[in-house]
């Protein structure tokens, strides 16, 4: 079946930085676009970061654009989320998912919690 385990979530100080990772298996990953979204408290889930099927092409959200970057390994069959500039309002736990069509997710992971607080 198909599986989305994401994973490098905790706690950083402001101005830190992380690397989230996410092994994909259970589905064809190297012919999907892969997404990184996010829900703080309160508030809906958005788009973070996709990237298209050979890596290509990225998109991100205006409030990450310039700190946070997608990147994948088809081999591997992983996408990471390498998120540098951390700040508090990026806390939210992060979810990895998986789609055949821009802003479709088709498949998601469970999400991994990122905290951002001195």
């Known amino acids: 079946q198909v599986q989305l385990v994401e994973s490098g979530g905790g706690l950083v100080l402001p101005g830190g930085s992380l690397r989230l990772s996410c092994g994909a298996s259970?589905?064809?990953?190297?012919?999907?676009?892969m997404n990184w979204y996010r829900q703080a408290p309160g508030k809906e889930r958005e788009l973070v970061a996709a990237i298209t099927p050979a890596g290509g092409i990225t998109n991100y959200a205006d409030s990450v654009n310039g700190r946070f970057t997608i990147s994948r390994d088809n081999v591997k069959a992983t996408v990471f989320l390498q998120m540098n500039s951390l700040k508090p309002e990026d806390t939210a736990v992060y979810y990895c998912a998986a789609s055949t069509l821009w802003y479709k997710p088709q498949y998601w992971g469970q999400g991994t919690q990122v905290t951002v607080s001195s």
């Open positions: 259970g589905f064809t990953f190297s012919s999907y676009i």
